[in-house]
């Protein structure tokens, strides 16, 4: 059989008895598979990866050794969300790396939103790929790979393996419990592995992270604006009651600068906009219509709140013609 296709008679996995089933089958594979060998994981904080971290941590506990990559374009609080949960909560046996002035070094007069992401995706490769190489007796790779993944480099849409492109000589064998779950029961499985609900229904978040949302070159105090007000975005939607009815939601601050006025003076500072978009495949999205007081406070707040900003944007435009992200 297979190993890569999902049975016909498959169940979906939709209630927590299920899930509960689901995770002491793969409790019991993973034991089998590893025995007493050590397995790495890149557990970037998304839902998949920590999916499957969480599972491991319960099948072979501190053989598994994450390693979480903060390349300092991450949303607020979120690499510090990763370590409390499972350093804190769960015991992990996790390294975290901060390499936020690597990757914003690297990045610096990078405008063109491919290379942007070539810089990103090359750069961690070579950081987890240092870290491997620093680890010793490590005969095992797991990886957050999910069912559509499979079916979408079937199709040659993407390679699904997540740290795809470590050298010859670092190859391992590959630990993927979640391979044949789709989104939603890969959120059915975390919740009953106890994992926090911000973590579970995260929203989708690019690998390049805010990067594409900081557009042309990057600079420091650009991307820290972008953080601040894109964490306000979340903070009103959540208290809105907006969490999980809107499916994807982010601010964007563009290269370029408009003119304001503040305390009598003339200033020249960044626009922010505010995205948000509903979809059910992310291949074509409409825009909410959003309540005009809620996007009266949010201004309000980025306005006050966010130094270097003088002006707050709503983008109207669906996909098609426009994407989701800017860049
Ligand atoms: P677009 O902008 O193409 O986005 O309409 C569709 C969905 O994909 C996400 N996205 C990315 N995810 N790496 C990722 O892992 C990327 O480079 C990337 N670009 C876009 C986007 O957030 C949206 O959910």
Redesign the pocket.
């Known amino acids: 059989m297979d190993s890569n296709k999902r049975p016909e008679n498959m169940v979906r996995i939709t209630t927590r008895e299920l899930a509960d089933k689901f995770i002491a089958e793969q409790i019991a594979a993973v034991k089998k598979q590893v025995g007493d060998k050590k397995v790495l994981l890149a557990l970037s904080g998304g839902v998949d990866s920590s999916v499957v971290a969480a599972l491991l941590i319960k099948a072979i506990g501190r053989q598994l050794v994450c390693v979480h990559v903060n390349h300092g374009l991450m949303r607020k609080g979120e690499s510090e969300q990763v370590v409390k949960v499972f350093r804190d909560e769960l015991g992990a046996n996790l390294i975290y790396i901060d390499a936020t002035d690597r990757f914003l070094d690297k990045l610096a007069g990078v405008a063109d939103p491919e290379a942007k992401?070539k810089v990103i995706g090359g750069e961690f490769i070579r950081v987890f790929e240092e870290e491997a190489r620093k680890l010793t007796g490590i005969d095992f790779l797991a990886q957050g790979t999910i069912y559509p993944d499979i079916i979408e480099s079937d199709k040659g849409v993407k390679a699904h393996h997540n740290v795809g492109g470590l050298p010859e000589d670092l190859k391992f064998e590959l630990v993927e419990p979640v391979k044949l779950l789709f989104k939603d029961e890969v959120r059915v499985v975390g919740s009953a592995l106890g994992l926090p609900d911000s973590m579970v229904h995260r929203q989708?978040?690019?690998?390049?992270g805010l990067g594409?949302r900081c557009t042309g070159a990057i600079t420091r105090d650009r991307l820290a604006a972008l953080r601040e007000a894109d964490a306000i975005l979340r903070d009103e939607f959540d208290k809105a009651g907006l969490v999980g009815k809107v499916w994807?939601y982010f601010t964007v601050v563009p290269d370029y600068r408009s003119t304001g006025v503040r305390n009598g003076g003339r200033v020249f500072d960044w626009p922010v906009i505010i995205r948000a978009v509903n979809t059910v495949d992310?291949m074509s999205?409409t825009v909410p219509e959003l309540d005009w007081k809620l996007l009266k406070k949010i201004t309000d707040r980025i306005l006050s709140e966010v130094p270097g900003v003088c002006r707050v944007l709503y983008d109207l435009s669906p996909?098609g013609p426009a994407?989701?992200?800017w860049e």
């Open positions: 992401r989708p978040f690019p690998g390049p594409v994807q992310a999205a996909k994407t989701i992200e």
